[in-house]
């Protein structure tokens, strides 16, 4: 930096993202990892998301979201950051941009100024993706050979790559969607990676599947406890997929970060517990089964369930990897806060 | 926009916020009364702030500090928005850039992306400032003569210059700092519209004075309860200016807003409510006054304390009409979350 009252930083729109490594999965898988690690390691300060919420006047769904995940990364990485989000289903309805999409934002501490203003909606994608991949493969059976894959849309997508990287013993890989357009192109993308067969139902896709990944928007549950193979790992990345007997009957229930679950309403899990279905020792925390703390799949037979909040530091060390690697690349568009501050 | 698919917004750098109207105080109070009339009326959602410290080894004091800031503004202005904001005592140690520095994003609530992102740290001084200037007109005695200016720092003069457009019956403006250059300089850059006397301490600038605004980092109380005259107000924008016996004794606390108080450890009143020396019906809202739902000053004599959490709406007010004028004037740097979306 030339001039140290010139607080540089760069943008990155998703095409640097991309450039600088933001699709890579094995890369994400190893970001998502470590940022468990760490948090389990007290290195990352992560308050809970702040949620806005506006409901739909007539149905009182939800319309539009917005959401601030502040955290800091410490340990080597040293970097405060924050993702904010915000979703709408006019997108959806209109077909031209994400449901949801995202900034992230890194921040040097010592200087208190930005380093990088970049897309986070990829990114958001991907690590969503990795987090299922980095469950699989502490809480799958390692011998595992039939994985399920509920839902095709971006987040279906890039959990089946993540788990498909995380278990390399997998052989056959089912895959459905309402709309079979969706299947269809996620298959035909990873054809020369993997053998992706497209389901007739979603039962076809469950049944006898050691591996199960949902990832859908649907509101009522529609996936039969009594499909599910004994001794299978379940992946759900959506909210509504399971009834609440398909969890309390579960050998485990594992979580991102139960304590982020437990003032999140929307969530299943979180009802369950209000209501006082489930108690805080009942659902264990994926970092300490990855430190070793807590332990993950004790017995062939049993039946896990990984159920995913999402976390700020997942966003944020794949975030700075990218900043890094955009960073060595010469990549992104300079900007500053200012030329001269105006006051000091 | 030429392509739906290219969610584009603008970057405003400092001289750019400053170009669009930043620096307008007159304008910036009328946004400060617009937001707290707007909260008064339920049409403003306002989470608490999210505040992450990062405290020094060896002192304790915070060194680095992150604040999320997330908002709603409905009504006619219909924006979602937030204020990131970072701060570091390194900044002040080594003098060349602010203590704290922001950035604000709007956004496009139906489509869900970003409409500016820009400098906050001009904004933050400015709407700090404002809030005091909106405190004194409704709760200073409009016969106020003499104000007294505790702090000559940024928001020392952006409070100093509020307070002066608020009451235009000020004929007397007493200012100290500890660093007289400071001082000084404010005199100098006001001396066409207010005669600023520099004084020789906090007591001969206190006693007296109708109004009186302090913004100072002190961490230990230097004003005296028996140097306020009777039926003074004072806006107390700094932490730790007042022992608690001064504002016990006050007639009326006035805050932007006590439910954010109650929750951020750091102020005093925070420190008081906790201890059980403060209950909840004995701090007003300010915005209970603007909609004259509340009495505000209802005696000559009665002393007024007013005290300033920092509200997101208020800088997303300012922000939204200086984005406006940037986008009229043709202001700022183009940018896009992507030429074209890799995922839909």
């Given at each position: 930096m030339t001039n140290s009252k010139k607080p540089e930083f760069i943008y990155l729109k998703q095409e640097d993202v991309i450039a600088a490594g933001g699709l890579d999965m094995k890369l994400a898988l190893a970001d998502v990892e470590l940022a468990f690690k760490m948090h389990g390691q007290d290195e990352i300060i992560q308050p809970n998301k702040t949620v806005i919420e506006f409901p739909d006047q007539?149905?009182?769904?939800?319309r539009y979201l917005t959401v601030s995940m502040p955290a800091y990364l410490g340990g080597q990485i040293n970097r405060a950051g924050i993702k904010w989000a915000a979703e709408s289903v006019d997108n959806v309805r209109r077909g031209d941009l994400p449901y949801g999409m995202d900034l992230i934002i890194l921040h040097d501490l010592e200087r208190a100024h930005p380093l990088a203003i970049m897309d986070g909606t990829l990114i958001t994608a991907i690590r969503t993706g990795a987090a299922a991949g980095v469950a699989a493969k502490y809480?799958?059976?390692?011998?595992?050979?039939t994985a399920a894959f509920i839902g095709a849309g971006v987040i279906g997508r890039t959990t089946l790559e993540a788990i498909a990287l995380s278990l390399p013993g997998l052989t056959e890989f089912r895959i459905f969607d309402l709309n079979t357009e969706k299947s269809r192109s996620i298959a035909k993308e990873f054809s020369g990676r993997w053998p992706i067969k497209i389901v007739a139902s979603v039962q076809e896709a469950v049944e006898g599947a050691d591996v199960i990944a949902t990832m859908t928007t649907t509101r009522q549950p529609f996936i039969?406890?009594?499909w599910l193979k004994k001794g299978c790992f379940v992946?759900?990345?959506?909210?509504?997929?399971?009834e609440e007997e398909a969890l309390l009957e579960a050998d485990l229930l594992v979580v991102d970060e139960w304590e982020q679950f437990k003032h999140y309403q929307p969530s299943l899990l979180t009802q369950m517990y209000q209501a006082g279905h489930?108690?805080?020792?009942?659902v264990l925390n994926l970092r300490e089964v990855i430190l070793n703390r807590a332990s993950g799949r004790?017995?062939?037979?049993g039946r896990i369930h990984f159920l995913s909040f999402g976390l700020a530091c997942e966003d944020l060390v794949v975030a700075e990897r990218v900043y890094q690697t955009a960073q060595s690349m010469g990549l992104g568009q300079s900007l500053s806060l200012w030329d001269r501050p105006h006051w000091l």
């Open positions: 007539e149905s009182g769904q939800r809480l799958a059976r390692p011998d595992s050979k039969e406890a009594a992946a759900a990345m959506g909210k509504n997929e399971f489930l108690k805080d020792g009942d004790t017995t062939a037979a």
